[in-house]
């Protein structure tokens, strides 16, 4: 018999299983702790209980390689490892459908949250995967930070000290994968809310909060970052080494995310973390009343008006709650005033309550998200962190209650490991010597027995009519409890301790099974009865604050009851209770935390502390039964059912009572006699080894099995599918021959019909050449026979012919004979009349040709083409000079209609000019081609003359720049002459000032040389307005215009009396009286083509004009 497995025995610092360890003492048991602990191996075997010592520093052995390591693998086969336990207790979960308990056990400080962590990271790591897992995993896992943010205070043991007890059952389906779970919280430690002994910190939330909410928080929850702002925060210890608030809060917020908290509920739960804060600020003061009572009275009104901001409650309604009591009789309201300490009281009362309901609603909101979907049946694995057995200086009512929750699961230990265990082996009629050990049930019983146990003498006190206190209380367990061998008190009627200095009067003693605890009875009853006044709860639920309201609902006036709420020591009594029935279903895993020591250091291995620890949780008796006994025990029924397949004559069915079929299996089996005994139902097996031996050879059994059941189905499998590839491949042959066959029948078809076409159009053939060889023989005789009647016809026609033209001849010759003699008789007629007619044919042909020839030879349209085409004939010469003439004419009409009225006149004034000057004046001709613009000036848009222009009413109609003679020296001055229908205006070149104005009457006639100068002299009537300083000699370049122009305008203005142009060399000028001769000579060329004036005498001026070149 060999298992071919690692074993904890190989390298293995002292010994891994303390059932091993020899010799067995307290001293090498606690030596062998040493050892390991000095190697950092901290955990430590007895059987299947785990040691665990608490290393105080990070250990490099829960990394994923080891979580595959241990995976899978037998608990023995390793080193001892709290993976090992875990995956022992997973896969009997999944593979054996039993439900499991985790029981972790320890003094506080112990490390029990974090094995408990451990065992749950592990099984989570191990366990099935998908999305849907990830995410139950995920809730699951991040239940614990925000728990213990709310749940976990640093006290002087432990700076993570779980100040409430935790059982969580995981629930798995029947492949293993995690559906959800249900958290049961145990009785929080509410006092440390108001008040923390010295060296301790409240719960961790209150310091997260300040350290890590930002700005814009903690002013929503108009908080101050500051702990010293805070009554309920004990300032000394504020800090804790190693813990970082800020960071924790952050990790959970975002755990209460993933738990599946939603914004605003976060948000509500914050609200009732800085309420409680405020709560604490509040201060009262007496106030005294006319009966001469002290009623008190909010100090400082602010920390009240801004918690009640934060919930929502009206604050009068609540400081009217802080100052009165209003007690509910059957049919009667009392209202009594409250003094200071009852204002405190009452406060601290509601800040406790208030914390506490917070934190019952956090487990019931986790278990709501967490719980599994699924309703159909599923395995469950608990497990248990609850908090640890704790001995301060000063005890109350909550190490009390502590305390004897340890003391129950120590007993559960007790119960199935030691007297369970012992029972069993004498009720199976095992070989057994009695092992000794304590059993707690003795102190279990002096706590919680119905009659005269401590917590029903606390109830019965509390219930009891009249003037009740802690002293009244601890006088009752004197008297009852007296006698009881593990109560002690210095007034207790056992006079043993009467003289004990070390138990004062206020106090009582209980030896627990993990030594002794002095409790103070300060505050038992108090805390036991638990009451919040009603005033404060109907206060909390008229808040406008959704959570608040929910979690008051006894403050709901419509359901007063007046009946006592159960006090806090039945309530955890009785869920204690169900705590420890519902474990007993269930197959106990155990861990047993010690503490190496009390500094929270590491490497640090206090003997005297481990010795106690190992003795209280009795290892040593654990050690020593494990020993004696057996590792492992079934009745013969499973056991039979399990291994028979181990032996052929036991396999497949065994017919025979089944203990005679597992001695058949063992002897079969060759199993050594020592390794296993026969109890009455069930067989005990010594040794794990040997179950790893039975539960290899089943694993490999199996496998064989499995194997057999693959090669049968497998061949099964594979006849079916010959059988069908069988039949189907007669079907496919025949459909496929059928297919080919009528393939081929097709083919010979079309190739018989291809060969019976070719014969049957060969024999056409043939016999078509036959039929058309008889159709040709028949074709030539009758061709043969045409010719001859053709010939023969032809000869006959021939001969017709030549008698025919015989006889046409005679009649020709007689025409012709006829006709002679016709034209000789008519000859005389026709001379007489052709030749007029012929004349008149032909003249009529020459002018149609002519006529013709012209329209295709007319010359262009312009008036002055003078081009003409030749004259054809001599005798059309007057008719081609006035188709000649008409034609001009004809095509200066039609150049004429096409001028606009505009050009037209533009036409008459060079017309005008043409009949003033023409051969008269040499200036003439030059001026033919210069187009008569008018306004030289621009006068109307020129800017410069805008002035002269509005100074003339008329239209002007010339503008233009002459030279003024002077009279004196015949020189030149420059004026604007301006002709409008009325005036000629001369002004100013520069200044645009009017000179002289000469009304168009009053002009005679205007005289200008012959020559090519631009001197003209204006003649005024004598007697006239203007003609005072005389004539107007002056000259311009434009000359010709310029008279045209007032020769047309003079005219019409004259009423039809012509403005005369007198064209002469010589003329007479009136200057003031003188009349001056003008006369112009001609001069030598010049440059510039000037003329030049100049006054010879009084009666002469000369002006000479450069002839022209
Ligand atoms: N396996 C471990 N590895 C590293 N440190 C550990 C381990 N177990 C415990 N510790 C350290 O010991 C401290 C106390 O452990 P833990 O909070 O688990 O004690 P506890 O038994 O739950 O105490 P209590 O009863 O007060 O809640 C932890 O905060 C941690 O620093
Ligand atoms: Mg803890």
């Avoid at 599923?378 to 908090?387: N, R, S």
Wanted: glycine share 4%; aromatic share 10%.
């Amino acid at each position: 018999m060999e298992v071919k497995t690692k074993s904890l025995l190989d390298n293995m610092i002292g010994v891994g299983d303390m059932v091993l360890l020899e010799p067995l003492s307290e001293d090498s048991f606690i030596e062998n702790l040493r050892k390991r602990f000095d190697h950092n191996e901290i955990y430590t075997y007895i059987g299947s209980v785990v040691i665990s010592m608490n290393p105080y520093k990070s250990m490099l052995i829960y990394s994923p390689e080891k979580v595959e390591e241990y995976r899978n693998r037998n608990f023995y086969e390793l080193s001892p490892h709290i993976y090992a336990l875990a995956d022992e207790a997973y896969r009997s979960l999944r593979d054996q459908d039993k439900d499991q308990c985790i029981l972790i056990t320890g003094e506080s400080g112990a490390g029990k949250t974090e094995a408990s962590k451990l065992v749950m990271s592990y099984v989570a790591a191990v366990c099935g995967k998908g999305q849907e897992v990830n995410k139950v995993k995920e809730q699951l896992l991040q239940s614990n930070p925000v728990l213990e943010a709310f749940g976990n205070a640093k006290t002087v043991r432990n700076d993570n000290s779980s100040r409430f007890g935790k059982y969580m059952d995981i629930e798995f389906d029947f492949k293993g994968d995690p559906l959800g779970g249900v958290i049961s919280n145990y009785l929080l430690e509410k006092s440390r809310v108001v008040k923390q002994p010295r060296g301790e910190r409240n719960f961790h939330i209150f310091y997260q909060l300040l350290s890590g909410a930002s700005d814009d928080t903690l002013k929503k929850l108009k908080l101050d970052r500051d702990f010293s702002k805070y009554n309920y925060l004990s300032l000394d210890s504020a800090v804790v080494n190693g813990l970082d608030d800020a960071t924790s809060f952050r990790t959970v917020r975002n755990a209460m995310q993933i738990v599946g908290f939603m914004e605003d509920e976060v948000q509500s739960v914050l609200e009732l973390v800085a309420a409680v804060l405020k709560l604490g600020n509040i201060e009262f003061k007496p106030e005294s009343r006319c009966n001469g009572t002290d009623e008190s009275r909010v100090k400082d009104k602010n920390d009240l008006k801004e918690m009640c901001e934060l919930l929502g409650i009206e604050q009068s309604v609540l400081e009217r709650a802080f100052s009165y009591r209003t007690v509910e009789a059957k049919l009667e309201k009392v209202s009594t005033t409250l003094n200071v300490a009852q204002a405190y009281y009452a406060r601290d009362a509601l800040a406790k309550n208030l914390y506490s309901r917070l934190f019952s609603w956090i487990v019931t909101r986790i278990n709501e998200s967490i719980k599994a979907q699924a309703k159909t049946r599923h395995k469950v694995m608990g497990v248990l962190d609850i908090y640890g057995f704790e001995i301060f200086d000063d005890n109350s009512f909550e190490q009390f209650i502590i305390n004897y929750c340890n003391e129950k699961l120590q007993q559960i230990f007790i119960e199935l490991t030691l007297r369970e265990e012992q029972e069993e082996y004498i009720r199976e009629d095992i070989e057994w010597t009695n092992i000794e050990y304590f059993n707690n049930a003795i102190i279990c019983d002096l706590i919680e027995n119905h009659q005269n146990g401590i917590l029903a003498m606390l109830d019965e006190e509390c219930l009891r009519p009249g003037t009740v206190t802690d002293e009244t209380f601890l006088d009752k367990l004197n008297t009852v409890c007296a006698q009881h061998q593990h109560f002690e008190s210095r007034l207790s009627k056992n006079s043993k301790f009467l003289t004990d200095h070390s138990l004062p009067h206020s106090c009582f003693r209980i030896q627990h099974y993990a030594g002794k605890v002095l409790y103070r009875v300060e505050g038992f009853v108090d805390k036991n009865n638990d009451l919040l006044y009603r005033d404060l709860s109907q206060a909390m639920y008229k808040a406008n604050h959704s959570l608040i309201k929910h979690l008051f609902p006894e403050g709901n006036p419509a359901k007063v009851n007046l009946k006592r709420p159960p006090t806090a020591g039945f309530q955890f009594k009785a869920s204690v209770g169900t705590l420890m029935r519902n474990l007993q279903t269930k197959n106990p895993n155990y861990i047993r935390c010690i503490k190496p020591n009390d500094k929270k250091a590491p490497h640090i291995f206090t003997e005297s502390l481990v010795c106690h620890q190992v003795r209280y949780l009795g290892l040593m008796e654990n050690v020593r039964v494990r020993r004696a006994g057996y590792a492992f025990r079934q009745a013969y029924e499973p056991c039979l059912e399990r291994y028979k397949m181990l032996c052929k004559r036991t396999w497949p069915h065994w017919r025979g009572p089944a203990r005679e079929g597992v001695e058949m299996l063992m002897a079969d089996l060759q199993v050594p006699a020592e390794e296993f005994s026969y109890g009455r139902s069930k067989i005990f097996i010594r040794n794990p080894r040997t179950l790893f031996f039975l539960e290899e050879r089943r694993r490999q059994c199996l496998q064989d099995l499995a194997t057999l059941i693959q090669k049968i189905y497998r061949g099964w499998k594979c006849r079916t599918h010959f059988l069908l590839l069988k039949k189907s491949q007669i079907v496919v042959a025949a459909w496929y021959r059928r297919y080919a066959q009528e393939k081929k029948y097709q083919k010979i078809k079309r190739a018989t019909t291809v060969v019976q076409s070719y014969t049957r159009g060969w024999q056409a053939r043939k016999l078509l050449r036959e039929l058309k060889h008889q159709k040709r023989c028949k074709e030539a005789v009758t061709t043969i026979a045409a010719y001859w009647h053709g010939t023969q016809a032809r000869r006959e026609l021939r001969q017709l012919k030549e008698a025919a033209r015989n006889k046409h001849a005679v009649s020709v010759i007689w025409a012709g004979w006829q006709g002679t003699k016709v034209r000789r008789e008519y000859r005389k007629f026709f001379r007489a009349n052709a030749g007029k007619k012929i004349y008149n044919f032909t003249i009529q042909r020459i002018m149609q040709k002519y006529f013709l020839g012209l329209k295709s030879t007319l010359p262009s349209m312009s008036p002055i083409d003078k081009n003409w085409p030749v004259r054809p004939y001599i005798f059309l010469d007057g008719v081609h000079t006035e188709l000649r003439r008409i034609f001009h004419l004809w095509r200066c009409k039609k150049y004429r209609s096409r001028f606009t009225e505009d050009k037209k006149a533009v036409y008459e004034e060079k017309l005008e000019a043409s009949e003033l000057f023409k051969d008269k004046k040499a200036l003439y001709p030059s001026s033919v081609s210069q187009p008569f613009k008018g306004d030289y000036l621009e006068i109307s848009k020129n800017p410069k003359y805008q002035k002269l222009n509005s100074s003339v009413d008329e239209k002007v109609l010339l503008a233009d720049v002459v030279n003024k003679i002077n009279r004196a020296n015949g020189k030149g001055a420059t004026r604007i002459l301006l002709l409008t229908k009325k005036n000629v205006v001369l002004a100013d070149q520069k200044t645009g000032q009017v000179k002289a104005s000469v009304a168009l009457p009053d002009l005679t006639s205007v005289s200008v040389s012959t020559q090519n100068d631009g001197f003209f002299a204006l003649r005024l009537k004598e007697g006239s307005a203007s003609a005072v300083k005389g004539d107007f000699l002056l000259s311009s370049e434009h000359l010709i215009e310029t008279i045209t122009k007032l020769h047309h305008i003079g005219s019409a203005a004259s009423d039809g009396e012509q403005l005369n142009v007198d064209i002469a060399d010589e003329f007479l000028v009136q200057f003031k009286q003188d009349k001056v001769c003008v006369k112009f000579i001609q001069g030598a060329p010049k440059n510039g083509n000037g003329a030049s004036c100049k006054r010879k005498n009084n009666r002469l001026l000369e002006v000479s004009v450069p002839a022209s070149a």
